[in-house]
């Protein structure tokens, strides 16, 4: 079976890590995920289950900007921050 090494290998990294991060409700989990174009950022609940925020740098106040990764990885950090 042919698999992306890169691919396997984030995933393995993922999983180690998560052995031992766990969120809960008076202190949840951040996840950020990096993509080529966007980034994505989530505070998530793990015992109960659920996505207490989001956020992304796809929301059009964001994204119609002319800015560089690193200053939208900011105001993502801002609007996760206000929600």
């Known amino acids: 079976m042919a698999y992306?090494?890169?691919?396997?290998?984030?995933k393995?990294?993922?999983?180690?890590?998560?052995?031992?991060v766990h969120?809960?409700?008076?202190?949840?989990?951040?996840s950020v995920f990096r993509s080529n174009r966007?980034?994505?950022?989530?505070?998530i609940d793990d015992q109960n289950g659920v996505?207490?925020?989001s956020a992304s740098s796809r929301i059009a106040e964001?994204?119609?900007?002319k800015i560089t990764k690193s200053e939208k990885s900011v105001l993502?950090?801002?609007q996760l921050a206000q929600k």
């Open 4 to 10: 992306n090494r890169k691919t396997y290998r984030r």
């Open 51 to 53: 996505t207490l925020v």
């Open 23 to 30: 969120g809960s409700p008076e202190r949840p989990r951040l």
């Open 62 to 65: 964001i994204n119609e900007q």
């Open 38 to 43: 966007d980034i994505y950022a989530q505070i």
């Open 76 to 78: 993502v950090g801002k």
């Open 12 to 20: 393995r990294i993922k999983m180690r890590v998560r052995k031992h």
